[in-house]
Nanobody, 126 residues
Framework: QVQLVESGGGMVQAGGSLRLSCAAS????????MGWFRQVPGKERELVAA????????YYLDSVKGRFTISRDNAKNTLYLQMNSLKPDDTAVYYC???????????????????WGQGTQVTVSS
């Protein structure tokens, strides 16, 4: 099993930047494909970005392409999401997730993910 703890959320003005971190404990994070999801009240959780377990490949939601960057440091068991040029529509609770699916590549379905963090709030003001 792996435990996930997010940090780095907060309030920022439109156009600003934040970097989210997700610290993994338990089994090493290199055993898992990882992803960042977000959710706003009344809407389904959506995948924002994902990164593969090995031979790094990434996926991004269309609306964040060119603004967000997902990365991982397996030596530190940490996943990151660098968010630049933030918009009010990016306001949400952001969740880190891990998938034990052993297939190569990114995992893009919510059901692919087995482990979740508690979430961190990101608020972007206009």
């Amino acid at each position: 099993q792996v435990q996930l703890v997010e940090s780095g959320g907060g309030m920022v003005q439109a156009g600003g930047s934040l970097r989210l971190s997700c610290a993994a404990s338990g089994r090493t994070s290199s055993n898992y494909a990882m992803g960042w999801f977000r959710q706003v009240p009344g809407k389904e959780r959506e995948l924002v970005a994902a990164i593969s377990r090995i031979v790094t490949s990434t996926y991004y939601l269309d609306s964040v392409k060119g603004r967000f960057t997902i990365s991982r440091d397996n030596a530190k068991n940490t996943l990151y999401l660098q968010m630049n040029s933030l918009k009010p529509d990016d306001t949400a609770v952001y969740y880190c997730a891990a998938s034990s699916d052993r297939r190569l590549g990114t995992r893009v379905q919510t059901d692919d993910y087995d482990y979740w963090g508690q979430g961190t709030q990101v608020t972007v003001s206009s």
